[in-house]
C-alpha cells in the first residue's frame, strides 16, 4: 500500500486526476501472466469513459488481447499446414506457471 501512496503523490503533482482505478489481476484466468504482484493505479477523469463502472475496459479501441488469441487459435485449427509454438523467454525458464 506504501507504494501505491507515493505513485499516487507522484500522479497527483502533475496530472491532478478526479481519481483513480486500482486493479490487480490474480490468477492466469484474470489475465495474470507473470507470477508476482502487480498492481494497475490508473488516473481517472470525469467523462473520461461514458460509464466509469466496471473500471476502464475497452478504453483502446480495437481487438483486445484475448480476441487476439481466439482469432489466432481458430486460424490455427483451420490451417493445412501444421505450426509449432515457439516459447517465450518466461515460459521456457519456466517463470511461467502452468
Known sequence: MRALGVARAAIETKH????YTIGVNVGRA?????????VHLIPRYEGDVPDPRGGV????PGP????????RRRRLATSPTPRTR????????????R
Do not use: N, Y
Not at 491532478?16 to 481519481?19: F, L, S
Not at 475496459?57 to 483502446?60: D, S, Y
Not at 483486445?64 to 482469432?71: C, E, L, M, S, V
Open 16 to 19: 491532478r486526476p478526479d481519481g
Open 30 to 38: 484474470a489475465g495474470q501472466t507473470i507470477l508476482h504482484l502487480h
Open 57 to 60: 475496459r475497452h478504453v483502446i
Open 64 to 71: 483486445t488481447p484475448t480476441t487476439r488469441r481466439r482469432k
Open 86 to 97: 515457439v516459447p517465450s523467454c518466461a515460459a521456457a525458464s519456466g517463470a511461467i506457471a
